[in-house]
């Protein structure tokens, strides 16, 4: 006996997603469901970020409620890209740094846990930013992170997606 349509009552073949005489999706059971992320999540990712006194480059993986360094690798960009990348114009993979988008489909904790030397500043334990502009190798933000127990120097590329994360974040405590 040949499967009809729960909508239309028309015949329909084994297999199809949709039905031909009605649009009604057939396979809805079989999609997969996705829930929200429950706790913090990774909301921006920023990247590369050289930190002042330690060896090797870094991603900024930010939640809502700390900060998080994650040790990356840089890798070759590729002429053109940098060329585009250099005049605003963002390309995925035209990034200098291997590919950090993976941290939106982690936890903070497994991010951390990632590679030996990562490490997270709680948003809350910071007293003040300063941001400064330097106009050295295409421009970047020098970030001065101030807490009880820590002062942290680094910095991210010049772009204006990155301060305003940056401000949203540390609201009130950032000065420029």
């Keep these: 006996m040949m499967p009809t349509c729960a909508k239309c009552g028309k015949p329909i073949l084994e297999g199809m997603r949709f039905c031909p005489y009605c649009g009604?999706?057939?396979a809805a059971e079989e999609m997969e469901q996705f829930e929200p992320a429950k706790g913090e999540i990774v909301t921006a990712v920023a990247a590369p970020s050289h930190i002042v006194g330690r060896e090797g480059t870094y991603a900024l993986a930010m939640t809502s409620e700390k900060l998080i360094f994650a040790r990356i690798r840089e890798v070759e960009l590729d002429r053109a890209k940098g060329e585009l990348r250099q005049a605003g114009i963002f390309m995925p993979g035209s990034?200098?740094?291997d590919n950090v988008s993976r941290f939106y489909e982690m936890s903070p904790e497994q991010v951390i846990k990632e590679t030996n030397g990562n490490f997270s500043v709680d948003a809350s334990d910071v007293s003040s930013i300063r941001l400064s502009?330097?106009?050295?190798d295409g421009g970047k933000?020098?970030?001065k992170l101030r807490s009880d127990e820590l002062e942290l120097t680094f910095s991210l590329p010049?772009?204006?997606y990155y301060r305003d994360l940056l401000f949203r974040l540390f609201e009130g405590r950032i000065t420029w």
């Excluded at 502009?133 to 050295?136: E, P």
């Design 24 to 26: 009604q999706s057939l």
């Design 95 to 97: 990034s200098s740094s």
């Design 133 to 136: 502009y330097d106009g050295d």
């Design 141 to 143: 933000y020098i970030i």
């Design 158 to 160: 010049y772009d204006k």
